[in-house]
């Protein structure tokens, strides 16, 4: 079975700071990892996904993240960060091919950005 | 494009009321999800349909809770009898597939059981 870590459940950043919200996973098998974003009183949104091929992958938003999997992880990053950015993150993986397959969400990172 | 409808947006019910969650999802979407998210935590996974069969509902607490998907289309959720621990926000999530398909998640109904 897949599990997500996210090692921090807020992170503060002041107005045009980098950013960094780590995620690690754990999996027997190959994986497809997601980071989430959900404004207050909304839903999820997808910012980005890694299927396969480059491990850095761009997302909305000006968010990136990399794929390292003698590492486990999957961090997600901004170089400059914008007050609109305040949100709880969630990374989360799957861990099948199939149309069964469930994706597994982290604890999720409140972001909050400060002017 | 119309995303995925919920409603209601806001429930209180008192325990051992029963409460129902209705959700429309994004049209031609074939998988279905239900998620509860307990304050500070990420979404957890209640059920799964792909069309209107159970794919996965393995964390669905089946002495109380009960969910369908008539016609592979709208779905409900529904607790019978509720218990404080169900104050959660339920999400409703759909996609075209499951695995490494993009999920479009609704705004959720909050839940306040009292």
């Known amino acids: 079975a897949q599990s997500v870590t996210q090692l921090d459940s807020q992170v503060p950043v002041f107005e045009e700071a980098p950013v960094e919200l780590r995620c690690n996973y754990s999996s027997s098998v190959s994986v497809y990892l997601f980071w989430y974003v959900q404004y207050p009183n909304q839903g999820l949104q997808l910012l980005l996904k890694?299927?396969?091929?480059?491990?850095l992958v761009k997302g909305i938003n000006g968010f990136e993240a990399e794929f390292n999997k003698s590492q486990t992880s999957f961090h997600l990053r901004k170089p400059s960060v914008h007050i609109s950015d305040t949100a709880e993150y969630f990374c989360?993986?799957?861990?099948?091919?199939?149309?069964?397959?469930?994706?597994?969400f982290g604890s999720g990172t409140r972001l909050s950005i400060r002017p | 494009e119309a995303g995925v409808a919920q409603s209601p947006r806001y429930k209180i019910i008192e325990k051992r009321q029963s409460v129902a969650f209705w959700c429309n999802p994004i049209?031609?979407?074939?998988?279905l999800y239900w998620y509860q998210q307990i304050l500070g935590q990420g979404p957890k996974l209640l059920i799964q349909f792909q069309n209107n069969g159970v794919v996965d509902d393995s964390q669905l607490p089946k002495d109380r809770f009960s969910a369908e998907r008539l016609k592979g289309v709208d779905s409900t959720l529904k607790i019978q009898p509720a218990k404080l621990e169900d104050s959660a926000v339920y999400l409703c999530?759909?996609?075209?597939?499951?695995?490494?398909?993009?999920?479009?998640f609704g705004p959720g109904t909050r839940l306040t059981v009292t």
């Open positions: 999530a759909s996609s075209l597939g499951g695995g490494q398909g993009e999920q479009y």
């Open positions: 989360a993986v799957s861990a099948g091919y199939s149309s069964a397959s469930k994706i597994i």
């Open positions: 890694y299927l396969s091929g480059s491990t």
């Open positions: 049209s031609g979407h074939a998988t």
